[in-house]
């Protein structure tokens, strides 16, 4: 298991690298520099590689568990809520739940779950996948997660009997024994169940190899507990207005399939995180054209 100080924010990986490769996204009207992920060497950790950034630089990190987050509010970090994840423990019954196994083998009718080898093809299909899943013709979201399939990342994927891609799953590893999903996908009119295979084929390959436990990545704008901050407040609120074209009480419900163990996300940023870097956050990840899109479908109905 990764001890606390080893983890890392949420789509934050390691690799056989001699120094960190950063996904730096810089935001325009607060100045802040939002890391919005990063592929850490094998062996590094994120205490390290926040002594030697920059210790003037505003900079901001979504995706933090309780713990790193707790550690930069001692660095004179502002901390916020932002939602859960749910973590499943792959040496627990969670992949054998009876609805889970029972979505899993309606799909098995019609096609198997693979993992896919890195490839320049496969990068290609996954993106072809991206175009044809469910809301792949709305504005996407970005730097949220991780959307390209590269060398550091796994790809599982339900191909059914023609040889078509119905669904897939893009993983990242930050150690042995921790995965977390980064890009769910599905065909609109994919067999019922497809995701379901993907995640207990996923689970059982991952455990073969000593992995312990599988993140779900985040359930944005959920939150263990009923009091809020005012911040946490009005971006759970914010969020929540994107319910016509985000359906994240439809991610959690999904998720909630598994039982997996919640945990609380936190919102980073140093010094602190005034609200033109909230706006920024929204704007520059997609949230805004996002919303935007939905509110001209409404008025075009």
Avoid at 80 to 105: N, P, Q
Avoid at 261 to 286: E, I, K, N, Q
Wanted: aromatic share 10%.
């Amino acid at each position: 298991m990764l001890s606390e100080s080893d983890e890392l924010p949420l789509s934050w990986t390691r690799a056989v690298l001699t120094a960190p490769r950063v996904q730096r996204v810089r935001l325009p009207l607060s100045g802040f520099t939002w890391l919005a992920y990063a592929t850490m060497p094998a062996n590094g950790h994120f205490s390290a590689f926040h002594h030697e950034h920059d210790q003037h630089a505003r900079l901001l990190l979504r995706g933090c568990p309780a713990g790193l987050a707790q550690r930069l509010a001692r660095a004179g970090w502002e901390t916020v809520r932002v939602g859960i994840e749910g973590v499943i423990d792959l040496t627990g019954e969670s992949l054998h739940r009876r609805t889970v196994r029972k979505m899993a083998r309606a799909a098995a009718r019609f096609g198997s779950v693979y993992e896919i080898p890195w490839s320049p093809t496969a990068v290609a299909r996954l993106r072809w996948l991206a175009r044809e899943a469910r809301h792949g013709q709305r504005p996407q979201l970005r730097y949220l997660f991780r959307a390209t399939f590269e060398p550091e990342t796994r790809l599982f994927v339900f191909i059914d009997r023609d040889g078509d891609w119905q669904g897939a799953v893009l993983l990242t590893q930050p150690s042995p024994t921790a995965a977390v999903t980064e890009l769910m996908l599905r065909r609109p009119h994919a067999p019922a169940g497809v995701m379901e295979a993907i995640f207990a084929t996923a689970g059982h390959q991952l455990r073969s190899e000593g992995c312990q436990t599988l993140s779900l990545n985040e359930a944005p704008f959920r939150h263990l507990e009923p009091h809020l901050r005012p911040l946490e407040w009005l971006i759970t609120l914010a969020g929540r207005q994107m319910a016509a074209v985000y359906d994240a009480d439809g991610l959690y419900r999904f998720k909630a399939k598994f039982a997996p163990h919640w945990r609380p996300v936190y919102l980073c940023a140093r010094p602190c995180l005034p609200l033109l870097a909230l706006v920024d956050l929204f704007t520059v990840s997609g949230c805004l054209e996002l919303a935007a899109s939905g509110f001209n479908r409404r008025q075009a109905a």
